[in-house]
């Protein structure tokens, strides 16, 4: 078992910043990879970016490159998310969520576990 606790989250303007952090507790040798996930009110669960846990593969969604970069730190268990020129539309609930194989990183059924989330609200 593997636990996720997501923080970071809050208000903030327009094109200002944000970082997220998802603390991961329990059976973290057997992580393959991290991915963020929003999901705005009335919307599906979307992708935003992913880390492989040796830090040396990543990928975002088309909407958040260039602004948003995803690392981590392995000696504190913990993936970020570093959210720069933020905008109203990526106000949503924040989730982490973590792997243990390889495949489409994208997809969020392919993630074994998740953490309660993080609201992310952008005023305009």
């Known amino acids: 078992q593997v636990q996720l606790v997501e923080s970071g989250g809050g208000l903030v303007q327009a094109e200002g910043s944000l970082r997220l952090s998802c603390a991961a507790a329990?059976?973290?040798?057997?992580?393959?990879?991290m991915g963020w996930f929003r999901q705005a009110p009335g919307k599906e669960r979307e992708f935003v970016a992913h880390?492989?846990?040796?830090?040396?593969?990543?990928s975002y969604a088309d909407s958040v490159k260039g602004r948003f970069t995803i690392s981590n730190d392995n000696a504190k268990n913990t993936a970020y998310l570093q959210m720069n020129s933020l905008k109203p539309e990526d106000t949503a609930v924040y989730y982490c969520?973590?792997?243990?194989?390889?495949?489409?990183?994208?997809?969020?059924?392919?993630?074994?576990?998740w953490g309660q989330g993080t609201q992310v609200t952008v005023s305009s």
């Open positions: 880390i492989n846990w040796s830090g040396l593969s990543t």
């Open positions: 329990g059976r973290t040798f057997s992580i393959y990879a």
């Open positions: 969520a973590a792997r243990m194989r390889g495949g489409r990183m994208w997809m969020k059924a392919e993630y074994e576990y």
